[in-house]
């Protein structure tokens, strides 16, 4: 096989420890490196000192991010592979370490790399999908409001159409503080409500 990348690194990424391989026509070399930022800084340095120009990752979950981010400011190609797509290449032995296996695929062009969006589209992404979860649990308390309503016989959501509007809110107030006169807690209501 024709190799195409000359100085390739391969990284097996796990969630404490990070195995590297850098792969050159004079050899190899293999070391392991922790998750923590000041090890990465390390890995990071190992790799730009060994002049890497191509670096392919294999990683579960989210633990290749950090890995990514650090690239990625600095130029450094990088590829993000599926671990089911290294699986399938036919050849390996079963005594090369994963790392190593990588570095060998991507020194002859044969990993395809997954998506990765740039930075600022991770970033709004993140960013979105928080957004999104902190809307879907405010409408898991207002269901949570509306259940123990209902247990307690406060028909409060067959008149108002938002129990979580700002009349409802107030008459909830009245009510937490001990008002059950309905009249009372109906003069709570404004605008449209009324």
């Known amino acids: 096989?024709?190799?195409i990348i000359?100085?390739?690194c391969g990284l097996d990424v796990h969630k404490d420890n990070i195995t590297a391989c850098i792969m050159t026509s004079e050899g190899k070399e293999i070391q392991t490196f922790s998750t923590k930022t000041v090890f990465l800084l390390k890995l990071l340095d190992w790799i730009k000192e060994n002049n890497c120009t191509h670096v392919a990752i294999e990683s579960t979950s989210v633990y290749w991010k950090p890995i990514v981010n650090l690239l990625e400011s600095e130029?450094?190609?990088f590829l993000v592979v599926?671990?089911?797509h290294m699986k399938a290449l036919p050849g390996r032995k079963t005594d090369v370490k994963d790392a190593e296996w990588i570095a060998q695929l991507l020194r002859h062009g044969l990993l395809k790399a997954s998506f990765i969006p740039d930075r600022n589209?991770?970033?709004l992404r993140e960013l979105v999908r928080y957004r999104r979860s902190i809307i879907e649990e405010?409408?898991?308390q207002d269901n949570r409001i509306q259940k123990v309503l209902e247990g307690a016989n406060i028909k409060l959501g067959s008149v108002v159409s938002d129990i979580m509007g700002v009349s409802s809110?107030?008459?909830l107030r009245a009510i937490a503080n001990g008002e059950d006169d309905?009249?009372?807690l109906a003069n709570f209501a404004r605008r449209t409500t009324k």
């Open 1 to 3: 096989m024709d190799v």
């Open 6 to 8: 000359e100085r390739a």
């Open 75 to 77: 130029g450094i190609e």
């Open 82 to 84: 599926n671990a089911q």
């Open 121 to 123: 589209q991770r970033e």
């Open 138 to 140: 405010r409408a898991r």
């Open 169 to 171: 809110k107030d008459m």
């Open 182 to 184: 309905p009249e009372k």
